[in-house]
T-cell receptor, first 116, second 117 residues
Framework: DTGVSQDPRHKITKRGQNVTFRCDPISEHNRLYWYRQTLGQGPEFLTY????????KSRLLSDRFSAERPKGSFSTLEIQRTEQGDSAMYLC??????????????FGPGTRLTVL | AQKVTQAQTEISVVEKEDVTLDCVYE???????LFWYKQPPSGELVFLIR??????QNEISGRYSWNFQKSTSSFNFTITASQVVDSAVYFC??????????????FGKGTKLSVIP
């Protein structure tokens, strides 16, 4: 399977705990995005990497959130001191940077976080 | 600011009926792209189509067709002869170029389509 993969698929945690999610993009894709989706809403952008550089962060990304993409391959998203409002589906997407502008983004299956 | 409106929250149709999902967008960009994604009950977003604002021709792919009208800022999606497997939430999305290389997508709230056998 050469699609985007995410791990874990589900995470249940208690308020105040730290959690970390992993995303493995399609191997040749240099653009990587994180989105968050709550029930009944469309995904909302969180952050963007081009190769290993984090170039864009949304206002939604509070200082409890941190993301990395070491060596421009997989990416991790960590949430510290989780709150119940963090409960959502966290989606990762990757795309190929070309001169053609906004190429299609391919999404992973998501990590569903539940904060008790 | 970018905005995507999908006014239809839920639609139910009987199998084999045609159905159109509406998408209205707002952007200050003179050139832009539009996307449609499908999110089946399994949860994974599936890319359906990318359309450049230069190209206003309708596009057809099997039972799917898209009608892009720049004059009304709409990019509507029609499924012909719907099937139960078409049941999903459908999202229209508009990329916003940030200047830092990012084309983050602004999504509508989605339209939940239920196809009844």
């Amino acid at each position: 399977d050469t699609g985007v993969s995410q791990d874990p698929r589900h995470k249940i945690t208690k308020r105040g705990q730290n959690v970390t999610f992993r995303c493995d993009p399609i191997s040749e894709h240099n653009r990587l995005y994180w989105y968050r989706q709550t029930l009944g809403q469309g995904p909302e952008f969180l952050t963007y990497f081009q190769n290993e550089a984090q170039l864009e962060k949304s206002r939604l990304l509070s200082d409890r959130f941190s993301a990395e993409r070491p060596k421009g391959s997989f990416s991790t998203l960590e949430i510290q001191r989780t709150e119940q409002g963090d409960s959502a589906m966290y989606l990762c997407a990757s795309s190929l940077a070309t001169s053609g502008g906004a190429n299609e983004q391919f999404f992973g299956p998501g990590t569903r976080l539940t904060v008790l | 600011a970018q905005k995507v409106t999908q006014a239809q929250t839920e639609i139910s149709v009987v199998e084999k009926e045609d159905v159109t999902l509406d998408c209205v967008y707002e952007t200050r960009d003179t050139t832009y792209y539009l996307f449609w994604y499908k999110q089946p009950p399994s949860g994974e977003l599936v890319f359906l189509i990318r359309r450049n604002s230069f190209d206003e021709q309708n596009e057809i792919s099997g039972r799917y067709s898209w009608n892009f009208q720049k004059s009304t800022s709409s990019f509507n999606f029609t499924i012909t002869a719907s099937q139960v497997v078409d049941s999903a939430v459908y999202f229209c999305a508009l990329p916003a170029y940030s200047g830092a290389g990012s084309y983050q997508l602004t999504f509508g709230k989605g339209t939940k389509l239920s196809v009844i056998p």
